[in-house]
């Protein structure tokens, strides 16, 4: 197996490490409580979503993480995504502040938006494999959004 499998199963086991965070902070009664908008998903549909998705996000890791030597930000901007991804359900499942982490998500935007325009100047396809993520943490915002008013 060459170096850069081996490297993309390190990413692999760091993105699901790192937001395994997340499963600590499940959705509980509080959160079956709020009033949500009618389009919120099942909550059976989050789990293969975010597989996928941080299969993306790890192997876009591995890339940044080779691109670090001559474009230090693009692996910064990847980390900073990464831990600003795995806070969000603590923010709003821990703390039970949808507002607290509809910042948090804002930011995330922001960041997974810079990452996709750095990158796509270096290697477009890796870019394209963060469109689906950047989709999906985008319907994340607007959902994150409408819970905060539905419940302000």
């Known amino acids: 197996m060459g ?24 959705p509980d009664a509080w959160y079956l409580e709020l009033n949500k908008p ?39 901007l990847w980390c900073a995504q990464l831990a600003s991804n795995a806070i969000w359900s603590p923010l709003f499942f821990g703390l039970k502040s949808p507002v607290i982490a509809l910042i948090n998500i804002l930011v995330l935007d922001l960041l997974v938006f810079y990452l996709i325009m750095k990158l796509y100047r270096l290697s477009n396809r890796y870019a394209y494999l963060l469109v689906p993520y ?19």
């Open 38 to 76: 009618s389009w919120t998903p099942p909550s059976w549909i989050f789990g293969p979503v975010w597989t996928i998705l941080y299969v993306t996000i790890a192997i876009v890791g591995e890339k940044c993480w080779h691109l670090r030597q001559s474009h230090k930000e693009i692996f910064n």
């Open 3 to 26: 170096k850069k499998y081996l490297r993309i199963i390190f990413f692999l086991l760091i993105v699901f490490f790192i937001n395994g965070i997340g499963a600590i902070f499940p």
């Open 134 to 152: 950047f989709l999906w943490i985008s319907f994340a915002t607007i959902l994150n959004a409408a819970i905060s008013w539905l419940n302000f």
